[in-house]
């Protein structure tokens, strides 16, 4: 994904202008809040060590120690709690395949991530990357949903409130990262990131379905819970662009708050 943006400064015609334009990456400055950065190490911040051998290891347990902390909402960084987590809106436009759907669910209310566990990070300072595997035993979805489409040969249509109950979802995050100043402190940024993710199972209720037709409806919902891991595969790629939209948001409110002097140390 490329943003080209170009920053013009004129001062008069005669003086000219710098024209500064990053065309090939997104690292985008960031937007100052009045939160200013951290200037010590607070409990829940586990630091690291650059050339730690098991730096990887070192820096997932910083994640798995911030996560209980990140979930009830970090005020000193500025981050609301995230349990439960509310989304406004994840769109799915799928025009193609043995699953078609177009609509949205809305006003998503998700409960579980605060049980994330952190499997691997693999933080690669030379190539600018951050990898990190998160596991979450049980997430539970309240939501309306707006949705149009076909599985397989059936027809779905209908607006009304969605359950979501899905078990044993594993994420694979990876991010591109930048190393940006924050009120002059270097923080770490992510401004690319991909997310692909699993699930072992998964239960969907959709109400009121084709209008509140309950034969038609109990058809579509016994399939989708019949089918449900084909299904979500074929959305896969649609959730986990909206998902990683959400997950960057949550790592950079953090990370963009938290000095590098303070977690990953130089010597
Ligand atoms: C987190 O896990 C514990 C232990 O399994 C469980 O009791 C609790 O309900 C879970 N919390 C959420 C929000 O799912
Ligand atoms: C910014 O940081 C540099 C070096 O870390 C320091 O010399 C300078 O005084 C700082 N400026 C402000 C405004 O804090
Ligand atoms: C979910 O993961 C747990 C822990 O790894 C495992 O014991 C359990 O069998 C898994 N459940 C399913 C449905 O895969
Ligand atoms: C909230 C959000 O970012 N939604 C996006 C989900 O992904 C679709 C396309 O895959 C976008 O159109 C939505 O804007």
Same mark, same amino acid.
């Given at each position: 994904?490329?943003?080209?943006?170009?920053?013009?400064? *004129?001062?008069?015609?005669?003086?000219? *202008?710098?024209?500064?334009?990053?065309?090939?990456?997104?690292?985008?400055?960031? @937007?100052?809040?009045?939160?200013?950065?951290?200037?010590?190490?607070?409990?829940?911040?586990?630091? *690291?060590?650059?050339?730690?051998?098991?730096?990887?290891? *070192?820096?997932?347990?910083?994640?798995?120690?911030?996560?209980?902390?990140?979930?009830?909402? =970090?005020?000193?960084?500025?981050?609301?709690?995230?349990?439960?987590?509310?989304?406004?809106?994840?769109? $799915?436009?799928?025009?193609?395949?043995?699953?078609?759907?177009?609509?949205?669910?809305?006003?998503?209310?998700?409960?579980?991530?605060?049980?994330?566990?952190?499997?691997?990070?693999?933080?690669?300072?030379?190539?600018?990357?951050?990898? =990190?595997?998160?596991? @979450?035993?049980?997430?539970?979805?309240?939501?309306?949903?707006?949705?149009?489409?076909?599985?397989?040969?059936?027809? $779905?249509?209908?607006?009304?409130?969605?359950?979501?109950?899905?078990?044993?979802?594993?994420?694979?995050?990876?991010?591109?990262?930048?190393?940006?100043?924050?009120?002059?402190?270097?923080?770490?940024?992510?401004?690319?990131?991909?997310?692909?993710?699993?699930?072992?199972?998964?239960?969907?209720?959709?109400?009121?379905?084709?209008?509140?037709?309950?034969?038609?409806?109990?058809?579509?919902?016994?399939?989708?819970?019949?089918?449900?891991?084909?299904?979500?595969?074929?959305?896969?790629?649609?959730?986990?662009?909206?998902?990683?939209? @959400?997950?960057?948001? @949550?790592?950079?409110?953090?990370?963009?708050?938290?000095?590098?002097?303070?977690?990953?140390?130089?010597?």
């Amino acid at each position: 994904m490329i943003h080209p943006t170009a920053i013009v400064f *004129c001062g008069s015609a005669l003086v000219g *202008c710098i024209v500064m334009i990053g065309a090939i990456s997104n690292e985008k400055p960031i @937007i100052q809040d009045t939160i200013p950065p951290l200037q010590t190490t607070p409990i829940w911040l586990n630091a *690291c060590r650059k050339k730690d051998p098991n730096l990887n290891e *070192c820096f997932r347990m910083t994640f798995q120690n911030m996560f209980p902390y990140l979930a009830k909402g =970090i005020p000193e960084i500025g981050t609301r709690p995230f349990e439960p987590m509310h989304i406004d809106r994840v769109a $799915l436009t799928k025009g193609q395949g043995a699953v078609t759907l177009s609509g949205a669910f809305t006003n998503l209310i998700v409960h579980g991530p605060s049980n994330t566990t952190a499997l691997y990070t693999k933080l690669d300072l030379v190539k600018n990357r951050l990898d =990190i595997g998160l596991f @979450i035993p049980i997430i539970k979805v309240e939501s309306k949903y707006d949705l149009k489409g076909n599985l397989l040969l059936l027809p $779905l249509v209908g607006v009304g409130d969605a359950k979501l109950y899905l078990k044993n979802v594993t994420t694979h995050v990876q991010t591109k990262i930048y190393f940006p100043k924050y009120m002059n402190e270097t923080v770490m940024m992510a401004n690319s990131m991909k997310v692909d993710f699993n699930l072992a199972a998964m239960r969907v209720n959709l109400d009121n379905l084709f209008n509140g037709n309950k034969v038609l409806g109990r058809t579509v919902n016994t399939f989708l819970n019949q089918n449900a891991l084909e299904v979500v595969n074929d959305l896969k790629e649609n959730i986990g662009e909206n998902l990683s939209i @959400i997950f960057k948001q @949550i790592m950079n409110d953090a990370f963009s708050h938290m000095p590098t002097r303070l977690w990953l140390l130089d010597d």
